[in-house]
């Protein structure tokens, strides 16, 4: 449980305005001081960074073994963010994660105990690990940045981003996320096993005694502050997208509609979430406006997790993301 409350986890700026040049500096070296913990998942490191910037969630999938956790530690420790992790089992309570009211016997009145949703970074690890019941506590938290407890909504700090981690759903004990919660989800990345090179950098760090518990001493420090992603956000913003390419989007997401291989498809929410990701993505690259390949790039970890197969589908071995890759060679590319 944390014993802080909202308001001294949200930061105002105390240091002069940056530029979005300086800002975008500062955030491009998170992914530097995380390399010195994590090697590879680049992609996944800008997910994260993406989803501070839209007010989103990001969704990491793979295999026990391939640094999941140890990801969004370094992440969180790279933005100087307040973080609580939650390792979610069967037996864990929704209380467990939001909070509840506990009885003063002194005063005989009940009072609110925060749970680690109160932070700006919670680490829902192995989230697919806990019953639907658990999983869906997260829900409300997730889209209106709130606790209700006992009639009363409970503000949770700015920035608040959920970084949940999953096996895969054909592993032993896991409870695949209902649809409703991995709607909330802004991007969802598959980390996969590394190349043969990185697995062996791997390797000769903990060799030459790398701690993956201690990542101060791995020389992990602060290169960016909670403003610089307020400050950022606003940024972002101001990015311009151009009425085409808002048609491409609504394209991409109307063909996962009319596509004979889904029985989930993509809807409005999912259309935005993809809007919300080529914005970030094309503030990351330097520019001001959104380009169809800003769409492409982020349309994959933007749509994946909106979508599933039909049975028929999936027996004959495709994949959603093979389908959704289809899907944007076929629609037309506005010039």
Do not use: C
Request: hydrophobic share 45%; proline share 7%.
């Amino acid at each position: 449980m944390t014993d802080h409350s909202p308001d001294q986890l949200t930061y105002q700026a105390e240091r002069p305005e940056a530029s979005a040049d300086e800002l975008r500096a500062r955030l491009t070296r998170v992914r530097e001081e995380v390399a010195k913990a994590v090697v590879g998942q680049d992609a996944a490191v800008t997910s994260v960074i993406i989803a501070l910037l839209v007010r989103g969630h990001v969704l990491l999938e793979g295999v026990p073994g391939v640094a999941k956790t140890l990801l969004v530690r370094a992440i969180s420790a790279s933005l100087g963010l307040h973080t609580a992790r939650v390792q979610f089992t069967p037996d864990l309570m929704p209380g467990d994660v939001t909070g509840s009211l506990v009885y003063d016997s002194k005063t005989g009145d009940f009072s609110f105990r925060e749970g680690p949703v109160f932070t700006n970074l919670l680490l829902a690890d192995e989230i697919n690990r806990t019953p639907p019941k658990t999983q869906a506590s997260l829900l409300e938290a997730m889209e209106e940045r709130q606790v209700s407890v006992d009639g009363a909504g409970r503000p949770l700090p700015d920035p608040f981003l959920v970084a949940a981690t999953q096996n895969p759903v054909e592993y032993e004990g896991t409870y695949p996320l209902p649809e409703a919660q991995l709607d909330r989800f802004l991007l969802k990345v598959n980390l996969g096993l590394p190349e043969r090179e990185q697995e062996v950098e791997v390797i000769n760090r903990h060799a030459a005694g790398f701690d993956p518990s201690n990542l101060a001493a791995a020389g992990v420090r602060p290169v960016a502050q909670v403003e610089d992603v307020l400050a950022a956000r606003k940024s972002v913003s101001t990015v311009q997208i151009a009425p085409d390419v808002v048609g491409y989007i609504v394209d991409i997401a109307r063909a996962t509609r009319a596509a004979p291989s889904f029985q989930l498809r993509v809807s409005p929410r999912g259309a935005t979430a993809l809007m919300n990701s080529a914005k970030a993505w094309a503030w990351l690259s330097g520019r001001d406006y959104v380009t169809p390949d800003d769409v492409k790039a982020l349309a994959l970890p933007a749509l994946r997790h909106r979508v599933a197969l039909t049975p028929e589908a999936s027996m004959d071995g495709a994949g959603a993301d093979d389908v959704l890759q289809g899907i944007l060679t076929t629609t037309a590319v506005p010039r």
